[in-house]
Every structure is written in structure tokens, then in C-alpha cells.
């Protein structure tokens, strides 16, 4: 079993009371190693050292910040292999998809690097040219940073790298599903010649993420995360006024219209939904068919969803893997069950998967549901798992009307050839991120991130710098005379 270890001040430390957990693999459904349960005081004293290290980290000339970053972003590239390995054994995730996840990891290291010495203000002319204004970007102090266990590694690369770019310290928070690589990457993060309480790591449940999210010491919050913890969190930070970015959940829609080149919008609402398990924020969870390809387009995803190859997530052939845990899987099916007995159309799947190759595995059926209700609760509710509802539509004001008739607003896909149609719809749509012609394609400068109940807020991209910086308006009176004391001075 492996050991995992939190980083607190530098230090690879246990719980101070000893407390641990398992991390369970999903593929096997047995612990392969033992993570620390964080008590409050190991809260504390994370926030405490994270607190120490910022002035001076703050003031660390941002070519130097760059310099580690760039040798965190080689360490992780010299170790992909092994964290990618890891986080597939802890959330079920299949290697085809955890290894270019490093690469990720890296490139957003090297992408906010770049920006760690260019974080300029602005000079400002003025009405009166006798004051001089500038502006400057000043970091926050301490970051607590919240992630998921979907993909943990990535999630905080999202996170941690314009934090850091921009002076922040931080304490990092992973779900207690999938901790073990966080704490990799911190280690690899000491190694490299990261200081002391630059980055703090602690491990533990959701209550561990409630301390630290009211912990006073805390300047800003980054949560990456369901609806229901996400507002918690937000009522904690409203608590002390601390500014928060909030990645939740989704419902996105993916529109195929009768004039998309249909074989890759097949593969586009396969990619979509079945990638991941289904298990990601921007899952295209929704397909919306126009009705002149709409037998073509459920046949055809049904067809390429029994076709999956299911199995050992580490195999570079698997294609889907486990769902990430226990209490996921046993979401998924009662979703699946409660749809069918409330009489939507099974398509493809429909239940748990099971065979010789997936062992006791926590597999899910690739599903599709054909003609869903657009309002009913399979099309409304995120499931978080390999489960398409498939709705059709007559014209464009039909499919941006029930596209948009969702809390969530994070993602949405345009399958069309007509150039003048995929710029209204795709202006229409209520998302955060919307993709045509392709499905679930990212870059590390491409803002990312929700509106409505999807959350607030942008990572990646120059727009995440704006969040790890608060702007201070600097004037400077170069004037000579002699000043009224109670006129405003303009
Ligand atoms: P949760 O909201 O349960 O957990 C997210 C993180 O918050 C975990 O680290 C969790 O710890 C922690 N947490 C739980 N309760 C609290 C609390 N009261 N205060 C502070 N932290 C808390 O989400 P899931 O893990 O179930 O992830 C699935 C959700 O995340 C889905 O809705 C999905 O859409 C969303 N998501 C959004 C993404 C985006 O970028 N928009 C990306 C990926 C997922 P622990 O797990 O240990 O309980």
C-alpha cells in the first residue's frame, strides 16, 4: 500500500492524530493505499505556514516564481507516467485520458510561467495632468484551493499556476476519493526547490474543505465542485466577504442540426458523454438532434455506445472504465432506473456492465435514452456518468429554446456547416464554453469556466490571472502649489 503524505510548511507530514483513510481503485474495488484524515489543527497550521511564506514568495521577483514553475512542469513530465498510473488506479479514469492529462498539467505550468513576470498595471492619464495614476496587480495572500476527484491533477492545474504566477501561496484541498496524486505533485513541488509553505497540501473529507473555506486566514477561495458544496462553500466565503471562483456542475447541451457533417457529430456526442464515463463538469449530457437525422444519429451513437471497450482502466486499449466510487455508481444506476420506470426509451445499455474482463469493477452501461422529455428530470439533472438523454427538434429557435431552458449554463456543442447559423446559435446559448464542430477540447489559454448554476468566475487563459490579483490604483500628485484642503481634487 502506498502511504500517502500531506505537505504542510515543507514538511511531508501525517495527521496529527494519526488519523488515515483508504483510497479505494475502482477497478478493483480494494484500497491501494492509506491517505491523512486532516484534523482542524493540521488546517490551521497548512494556513498558518501558507500565511508565512507569502510575503516573501509575493515578493519573489517573478522570473524566479517562472523558473520553479517551468522545473515543477519538467518534474511532472519526467513522472507523467506514474502519476497518470496513479490517478487512473484512484478514480478509474483510462490512461489513454490520465497521461495527456500531465501534459496538461505541464503545459498550464508553462503558460502561467510565462505570465509570472508580466502581471504589468497600466499608467492612466488623468483630467488632471498634474496627479500621475498607475495601476498594479497585487496578489491575494493565502489561496484555498478545492478540487474534485474526476481529475484531480488537472482540475488544480486550472488553479494552482495563476495563483502562483500572480504571489499567492496555497493550500490545496483534493477530494478524499482521489487525493494520492495531489500529494504527489506537492511532493515533486519540494523537490523541485519549491519554498516552505509556498504550496500546502491537505487531505480529508468534506469537512476539511468547510475549515478551510471559513478558516480566517484565507484571502481567496477556488472551488471546483458539485452545486451543494459549492454554495456552502459561497456562503462561507459571503461570511468574510472572500472573493471565490466556482466551477460546478452541468447539463450541457450537444445540438447536431440536419446540415452537420452527421459521422463526426456521431463521434462528437460519443466523445461527449462517454469520455470520462461520463464523469466530467462538461459531459454533453444532452443530445439535441434535428429531426431530419435523428433516426441516423441515435442509431449511430447507440451502435458506438455498445461498441465501447469496457475494462482495466490502465490498459492503453480500455477505452471507459469504472465510475470513480461507490456512492457515483449507485447514483448512476438508480438514475438509469427511476428513467426507465418513468418510461423513457433505451437505446443502448441501461444498467450495470458486468463480464470476466471488469472483475468487480463499479462499471455502468454506456446508455442512451432516445425521445427524452426535455423537462422531465433525466434531461434536467446532471447524472455524472455515462447516461445520454437524446432530444428531438424541429428548427433553430426550438433547439436554443430547450438548450437554454437549464440552471446550469457551462458548456454547449454546435455540429452545423451553415457559418451563419453556428454564430447565432452559439450567441444564443446560455454556456460558458461553447464548441463547434468539436466536443471537449481544451488549451490552456482558452478561458474555461460557467454562468447560471454552472458557477462564477474563469480559469485558464489571461482571464484567470485577473482572479489570483486584486488592482491598486496608485495616485501620485507631482504638483507644486499650494492645495485648497476641503476642495475635491480632481
Ligand atoms: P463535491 O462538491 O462533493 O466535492 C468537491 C470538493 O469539495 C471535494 O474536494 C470535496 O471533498 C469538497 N467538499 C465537499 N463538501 C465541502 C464543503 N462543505 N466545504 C468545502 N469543501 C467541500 O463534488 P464531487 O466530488 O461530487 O464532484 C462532482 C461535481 O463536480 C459535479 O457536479 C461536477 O459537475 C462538478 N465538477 C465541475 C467541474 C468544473 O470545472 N465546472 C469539473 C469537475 C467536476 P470530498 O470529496 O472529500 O467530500
Same mark, same amino acid.
Given at each position: 500500500?502506498?502511504?500517502?503524505?500531506?505537505?504542510?510548511?515543507?514538511?511531508?507530514?501525517?495527521?496529527?492524530?494519526?488519523?488515515?483513510?483508504?483510497?479505494?481503485?475502482?477497478?478493483?474495488?480494494?484500497?491501494?493505499? *492509506?491517505?491523512?484524515?486532516?484534523?482542524?489543527?493540521?488546517?490551521?497550521?497548512?494556513?498558518?505556514? @501558507?500565511?508565512?511564506?507569502?510575503?516573501?514568495?509575493?515578493? *519573489?521577483?517573478?522570473?524566479?516564481?517562472?523558473?520553479?514553475?517551468?522545473?515543477?512542469?519538467?518534474?511532472?513530465?519526467?513522472?507523467?507516467?506514474?502519476?497518470?498510473?496513479?490517478?487512473?488506479?484512484?478514480?478509474?479514469?483510462?490512461?489513454?485520458?490520465?497521461?495527456?492529462?500531465?501534459?496538461?498539467?505541464?503545459?498550464?505550468?508553462?503558460?502561467? !510561467?510565462?505570465?509570472?513576470?508580466?502581471?504589468?498595471?497600466?499608467?492612466?492619464?488623468?483630467? /488632471?495632468?498634474?496627479?500621475?495614476?498607475?495601476?498594479?496587480?497585487?496578489?491575494?495572500?493565502?489561496?484555498?484551493?478545492?478540487?474534485?476527484?474526476?481529475?484531480?491533477?488537472?482540475?488544480?492545474?486550472?488553479?494552482?499556476?495563476?495563483?502562483?504566477?500572480?504571489? /499567492? *501561496?496555497?493550500?490545496?484541498?483534493?477530494?478524499?476519493?482521489?487525493?494520492?496524486? *495531489?500529494?504527489?505533485?506537492?511532493?515533486? !513541488?519540494?523537490?523541485?526547490?519549491?519554498?516552505?509553505?509556498?504550496?500546502?497540501?491537505?487531505?480529508?473529507?468534506?469537512?476539511?474543505?468547510?475549515?478551510?473555506?471559513?478558516?480566517?486566514?484565507?484571502?481567496?477561495?477556488?472551488?471546483?465542485?458539485?452545486?451543494?458544496?459549492?454554495?456552502?462553500?459561497?456562503?462561507?466565503?459571503?461570511? &468574510?466577504?472572500?472573493?471565490?471562483?466556482?466551477?460546478?456542475?452541468?447539463?450541457?447541451?450537444?445540438?447536431?442540426?440536419?446540415?452537420?457533417?452527421?459521422?463526426?457529430?456521431?463521434?462528437? @456526442?460519443?466523445?461527449?458523454?462517454?469520455?470520462?464515463?461520463?464523469?466530467?463538469?462538461? !459531459?454533453?449530457?444532452?443530445?439535441?438532434?434535428?429531426?431530419? #437525422?435523428?433516426?441516423? #444519429?441515435?442509431?449511430?451513437?447507440?451502435?458506438?455506445?455498445?461498441?465501447?471497450?469496457?475494462?482495466?482502466?490502465?490498459?492503453?486499449?480500455?477505452?471507459?472504465?469504472?465510475?470513480?466510487? &461507490?456512492?457515483?455508481?449507485?447514483?448512476?444506476?438508480?438514475?438509469?432506473?427511476?428513467?426507465?420506470?418513468?418510461?423513457?426509451?433505451?437505446?443502448?445499455?441501461?444498467?450495470?456492465?458486468?463480464?470476466?474482463?471488469?472483475?468487480?469493477?463499479?462499471?455502468?452501461?454506456?446508455?442512451?435514452?432516445?425521445?427524452?422529455?426535455?423537462?422531465?428530470?433525466?434531461?434536467?439533472?446532471?447524472?455524472?456518468?455515462?447516461?445520454?438523454? #437524446?432530444?428531438?427538434?424541429?428548427?433553430?429557435?426550438?433547439?436554443?429554446?430547450?438548450?437554454?431552458?437549464?440552471?446550469?449554463?457551462?458548456?454547449?456543442?454546435?455540429?452545423?456547416?451553415?457559418?451563419?447559423?453556428?454564430?447565432?446559435?452559439?450567441?444564443?446559448?446560455?454556456?460558458?464554453?461553447?464548441?463547434?464542430?468539436?466536443?471537449?477540447?481544451?488549451?490552456?489559454?482558452?478561458?474555461?469556466?460557467?454562468?447560471?448554476?454552472?458557477?462564477?468566475?474563469?480559469?485558464?487563459?489571461?482571464?484567470?490571472?485577473?482572479?489570483?490579483?486584486?488592482?491598486? /490604483?496608485?495616485?501620485?500628485?507631482?504638483?507644486?502649489?499650494? &492645495?485648497?484642503?476641503?476642495?475635491? &481634487?480632481?
Amino acid at each position: 500500500m502506498i502511504e500517502a503524505r500531506m505537505l504542510i510548511g515543507g514538511d511531508r507530514v501525517r495527521a496529527s492524530d494519526g488519523g488515515t483513510f483508504d483510497a479505494i481503485d475502482p477497478f478493483t474495488a480494494a484500497p491501494w493505499a *492509506t491517505v491523512p484524515a486532516a484534523t482542524g489543527s493540521d488546517v490551521d497550521a497548512a494556513v498558518a505556514a @501558507a500565511a508565512e511564506a507569502f510575503p516573501a514568495w509575493s515578493a *519573489t521577483p517573478g522570473v524566479r516564481r517562472a523558473e520553479l514553475m517551468h522545473a515543477l512542469a519538467d518534474a511532472v513530465l519526467a513522472d507523467a507516467d506514474r502519476l497518470a498510473l496513479w490517478e487512473t488506479t484512484d478514480n478509474g479514469k483510462v490512461i489513454r485520458e490520465t497521461r495527456p492529462q500531465m501534459a496538461f498539467v505541464a503545459r498550464n505550468l508553462r503558460y502561467f !510561467a510565462g505570465y509570472a513576470d508580466k502581471l504589468h498595471g497600466r499608467t492612466i492619464p488623468l483630467d /488632471n495632468p498634474a496627479v500621475f495614476d498607475y495601476t498594479v496587480r497585487r496578489p491575494y495572500g493565502v489561496c484555498a484551493l478545492i478540487t474534485a476527484w474526476n481529475s484531480p491533477l488537472s482540475l488544480l492545474a486550472n488553479k494552482l499556476p495563476p495563483a502562483l504566477a500572480a504571489g /499567492n *501561496t496555497v493550500v490545496v484541498k483534493p477530494s478524499e476519493h482521489a487525493s494520492v496524486t *495531489t500529494t504527489e505533485l506537492a511532493r515533486l !513541488a519540494t523537490d523541485v526547490g519549491f519554498p516552505p509553505g509556498v504550496i500546502n497540501v491537505v487531505t480529508g473529507d468534506g469537512a476539511v474543505g468547510d475549515r478551510l473555506t471559513r478558516h480566517p486566514g484565507v484571502a481567496r477561495i477556488s472551488f471546483t465542485g458539485g452545486g451543494p458544496a459549492g454554495r456552502r462553500v459561497a456562503a462561507n466565503a459571503a461570511e &468574510r466577504l472572500v472573493p471565490v471562483t466556482l466551477e460546478l456542475g452541468g447539463k450541457s447541451p450537444n445540438i447536431v442540426f440536419a446540415d452537420a457533417d452527421v459521422d463526426r457529430a456521431i463521434v462528437g @456526442a460519443v466523445a461527449g458523454i462517454f469520455g470520462a464515463a461520463g464523469q466530467t463538469c462538461v !459531459a454533453g449530457s444532452r443530445l439535441l438532434v434535428e429531426r431530419g #437525422v435523428y433516426d441516423r #444519429v441515435v442509431a449511430g451513437v447507440s451502435d458506438r455506445a455498445r461498441a465501447i471497450r469496457l475494462g482495466d482502466p490502465r490498459l492503453p486499449e480500455t477505452e471507459m472504465g469504472p465510475v470513480a466510487n &461507490r456512492p457515483q455508481y449507485d447514483r448512476i444506476l438508480a438514475v438509469i432506473d427511476t428513467a426507465r420506470d418513468a418510461g423513457s426509451v433505451v437505446a443502448a445499455g441501461g444498467g450495470a456492465a458486468e463480464g470476466a474482463s471488469l472483475g468487480t469493477g463499479l462499471f455502468v452501461e454506456p446508455t442512451v435514452f432516445a425521445d427524452v422529455d426535455p423537462g422531465g428530470a433525466l434531461a434536467r439533472e446532471e447524472v455524472f456518468g455515462p447516461v445520454l438523454s #437524446v432530444i428531438p427538434f424541429d428548427d433553430e429557435d426550438e433547439a436554443v429554446r430547450i438548450a437554454n431552458a437549464s440552471e446550469y449554463g457551462l458548456a454547449a456543442g454546435v455540429w452545423t456547416r451553415d457559418l451563419g447559423r453556428s454564430h447565432r446559435v452559439t450567441n444564443a446559448l446560455e454556456a460558458g464554453v461553447v464548441w463547434v464542430n468539436t466536443y471537449r477540447s481544451t488549451a490552456a489559454q482558452a478561458p474555461f469556466g460557467g454562468t447560471k448554476q454552472s458557477g462564477y468566475g474563469r480559469e485558464r487563459g489571461e482571464d484567470a490571472l485577473t482572479e489570483y490579483t486584486y488592482v491598486k /490604483n496608485v495616485m501620485v500628485d507631482i504638483s507644486t502649489e499650494a &492645495r485648497d484642503p476641503f476642495a475635491i &481634487r480632481t
